[in-house]
């Protein structure tokens, strides 16, 4: 059997597969008011049918504050569990197991009224100039994490992911470069670190199943963050109960970044080994030999996909052809591939 087709399991839930779809903002809500629709409703069951074993909805907001765009979907109200609800039902009834990643967009946030951040600092000219977040609004944040854990316990998910990548609030306080506070969450790594440390405290208190973390583990940038320095902290993370870390790049500040097959892998392979701690690779892999060589070599333990799912709902299939493994589809479909 191909790697990529081993099971799996992460504190007693059952992956099928190691192919998870990552998240990918959808940006339809068209209500602007974080609430599920139609289109979620057949966007990510799609996935599902199509053979993924586990899908990370996309970015959801625990604050309105903290929304990428007014159109985010987001966990912030009692209102929103049952929509949530629906598409874990809707997923898991074609067989994927289910994750939503916890998220506050902080200085790229493109909403309404001010916005937060560790720093007084805008991404660029496109964005608005954040305040700096009070001690009492961070207390909230933390808050709101908790709390959107707790909806997501309520919604049925199977995996907790918490967004601290991609130059959103979380990784602001991570990133040197964005986070410039002379407080307690300022200055060296385990006080960049406290937000997080906090959160996981609070998302440990009230949810028992797999719980990972998406970090941005090279900022492009001279004074950024690297992959060997990350280590230091997805250990801690690691202290902190997380069972898995999503490796991401980039998106901190503005920055030229090198682009081809597998660029983040090299990331992912560092955190794994030296942490050590499961991860998962991302970052153009479209090809099923590609993802299998990653496997094969112990480089990361989960393959997440995302422009390539979008491309190709069914790439579970294509790949299990390709790679000569048997596995299941749904019987109306079994037809397609044999």
Not at 133 to 145: L, P, Y
Not at 218 to 228: L, V
Not at 269 to 297: C, D, F, S
Request: glycine residues 8%.
């Amino acid at each position: 059997m191909a790697k990529l087709f081993e099971e799996f399991e992460l504190k007693g839930v059952h992956f099928k597969n190691r192919i998870v779809m990552a998240p990918m903002c959808m940006y339809q809500s068209d209500k602007e008011d974080g609430h599920v629709t139609d289109w979620h409703r057949v966007h990510y069951p799609t996935r599902a049918v199509g053979g993924v074993g586990l899908i990370i909805t996309e970015a959801t907001a625990v604050q309105p504050i903290g929304r990428i765009s007014s159109r985010d979907l987001g966990i912030w109200d009692d209102a929103h569990i049952d929509g949530q609800a629906e598409i874990v039902r809707l997923m898991k009834a074609n067989g994927a197991k289910t994750g939503i990643q916890l998220a506050h967009a902080g200085r790229k946030a493109t909403v309404d009224g001010d916005i937060q951040a560790p720093s007084a600092i805008a991404f660029n000219d496109q964005y608005k100039t954040p305040t700096a977040m009070t001690a009492e609004e961070i207390d909230e944040t933390v808050q709101a994490f908790r709390d959107g854990a707790i909806r997501a316990k309520k919604a049925g998910f199977d995996v907790i992911e918490i967004h601290a990548a991609h130059g959103y609030l979380i990784n602001q306080f991570l990133s040197p470069l964005t986070n410039k506070r002379t407080d307690e969450y300022g200055g060296s790594s385990e006080n960049r670190y406290r937000l997080l440390r906090r959160i996981l405290d609070e998302v440990n208190a009230v949810w028992s199943g797999p719980l990972f973390v998406r970090i941005s583990a090279e900022d492009y940038a001279d004074g950024g963050m690297s992959p060997g320095q990350y280590v230091e902290m997805t250990q801690w993370m690691k202290q902190q109960n997380v069972d898995l870390i999503d490796v991401s790049s980039g998106a901190v500040v503005p920055a030229k970044i090198p682009v081809y097959p597998g660029y983040q892998v090299n990331f992912a392979e560092t955190i794994k080994k030296q942490t050590p701690i499961a991860t998962g690779a991302v970052g153009l892999i479209t090809e099923p030999r590609h993802a299998e060589e990653i496997l094969q070599n112990g480089r990361a333990d989960f393959i997440f996909l995302a422009r390539e799912l979008l491309r190709n709902p069914y790439w579970a299939y294509t790949a299990a052809t390709e790679l000569g493994a048997d596995i299941e589809a749904p019987v109306p479909y079994e037809r397609g591939w044999i």
